[in-house]
């Protein structure tokens, strides 16, 4: 007995062949029936999908909207596309499921829905965040500037904001802090204050990570002028933060990090406030025992000049 895979390939197999039927012209049909082979290899990527055939529904989805693309319906080309980047995930094939996301949300922009083109971007670099970042980075940025033609300030913000987030795991924190500085300009623009104070303190912990604390300086005073920021918690936390670090002061700034205002940021941001590092790497308390135990040889050094001046004495006069 055939198992239910194996019917539905065949399913699908028979969709192809009458597709090809479609397409085919005779002395009595001069033009190819394009509508009915598209309708046939969509049942057949159907079919094949539920085969779990993924490649061979792939390409059925591929032909399907090559065929929309010919008859200028770039809306269904898109959808098509869509549907085998989304199987070629599902090959692990990373790189062919980016190419078809890509032309996909190219499409959408061409019907005239460039939020639906964003959209289609946001997914593919979701697909490909954890095997391919540098891709992901890419699509987030490519969503942004979609999102930005259209005049839309807030959908611009969260691409760009996790091509930003993004950039921080792969240690690429010149390109991270212009990312996060361009989504302050648009949360501005959006009016969404409470989001700058949450990206402002990123931008900061990016600065000391990379041990600038001349940058982060500067970008806190630059901050002050934005609404709601000044007299606000996360500008309290980040000025003891400054100060702790300026001091080199580990104890202080560990308690400051320690605040609920740290732990609770996006990921990204709170583990490098985990892992931030002070100037000197010291704390206050052991300053103290420091300053102590270097007191004490400095006193037993001085003692002990004095012994050998002692010895010395007799050792001239003779």
Same mark, same amino acid.
């Given at each position: 007995?055939?198992?239910?895979?194996d019917?539905?390939?065949?399913?699908?197999?028979?969709?192809l062949?009458l597709a090809?039927?479609c397409?085919?012209t005779?002395l009595?049909?001069?033009?190819p029936d394009?509508?009915?082979a598209v309708?046939?290899?969509?049942k057949?990527?159907?079919?094949?999908?539920?085969a779990k055939?993924?490649?061979?529904?792939?390409?059925?989805? @591929?032909k399907?909207?090559?065929?929309?693309?010919t008859?200028?319906?770039?809306?269904h080309?898109a959808k098509?596309y869509?549907?085998?980047?989304?199987?070629?995930k599902?090959n692990k094939?990373?790189?062919?499921?980016?190419?078809w996301?890509?032309?996909?949300?190219?499409m959408?922009?061409?019907?005239g829905t460039p939020d639906?083109?964003?959209?289609c971007?946001?997914k593919?670099?979701?697909?490909?965040?954890?095997?391919?970042?540098?891709k992901?980075i890419?699509?987030y940025?490519?969503a942004?500037?979609?999102?930005?033609c259209?005049g839309r300030?807030?959908?611009?913000a969260?691409y760009i904001?996790?091509?930003?987030?993004?950039?921080v795991?792969?240690?690429?924190?010149d390109?991270a802090i212009?990312s996060?500085?361009?989504e @302050?300009k648009y949360w501005?623009?959006?009016?969404?204050? &409470?989001?700058?104070k949450k990206?402002?303190?990123?931008i @900061?912990l990016?600065h000391?990570s990379?041990e600038?604390?001349?940058?982060?300086?500067?970008?806190?005073?630059s901050?002050?002028g934005?609404?709601?920021?000044g007299?606000?918690?996360? &500008?309290g936390?980040?000025?003891?933060?400054?100060?702790?670090?300026?001091d080199g002061d580990?104890? &202080?700034?560990?308690l400051?990090?320690?605040?609920? @205002?740290?732990?609770?940021l996006?990921?990204?941001?709170?583990?490098l406030?985990r892992?931030?590092?002070?100037?000197?790497?010291?704390s206050t308390?052991?300053s103290?025992?420091?300053t102590s135990?270097?007191?004490?040889?400095?006193d037993g050094?001085k003692g002990?000049?004095?012994?050998e001046?002692?010895?010395?004495?007799p050792?001239?006069?003779?």
């Open positions: 007995m055939a198992s239910h895979s019917k539905k390939i065949a399913e699908g197999l028979e969709h062949r090809d039927k397409m085919k005779s009595f049909k001069w033009k394009t509508d009915g309708a046939e290899f969509n057949a990527a159907t079919a094949f999908r539920n055939a993924y490649e061979q529904a792939k390409e059925s989805y @591929i399907a909207g090559d065929l929309q693309k008859v200028n319906s770039p809306f080309a098509a869509e549907q085998a980047g989304l199987l070629s599902e094939e990373y790189d062919e499921a980016v190419h996301m890509e032309l996909a949300a190219l959408f922009q061409e019907h639906t083109a964003a959209l971007l946001d593919a670099a979701k697909m490909v965040e954890q095997e391919k970042p540098e992901a890419h699509l940025t490519k942004c500037d979609v999102a930005e259209e300030p807030r959908q611009s969260e904001g996790k091509a930003g987030r993004l950039q795991k792969c240690f690429k924190y390109e212009k996060l500085q361009q @302050i501005m623009e959006a009016e969404n204050y &409470a989001y700058i990206v402002a303190m990123g @900061i990016v000391l990379q600038d604390y001349v940058a982060a300086d500067q970008f806190f005073r901050c002050l934005y609404p709601e920021f007299a606000s918690e996360e &500008a936390a980040l000025e003891d933060l400054l100060r702790a670090y300026d580990e104890e &202080a700034g560990s400051v990090l320690a605040r609920p @205002i740290f732990k609770y996006d990921n990204m941001f709170a583990k406030a892992d931030m590092k002070f100037p000197g790497g010291v308390s052991r103290a025992v420091t135990s270097y007191s004490q040889q400095e050094d002990g000049g004095e012994e001046e002692e010895e010395e004495i050792s001239e006069l003779c």
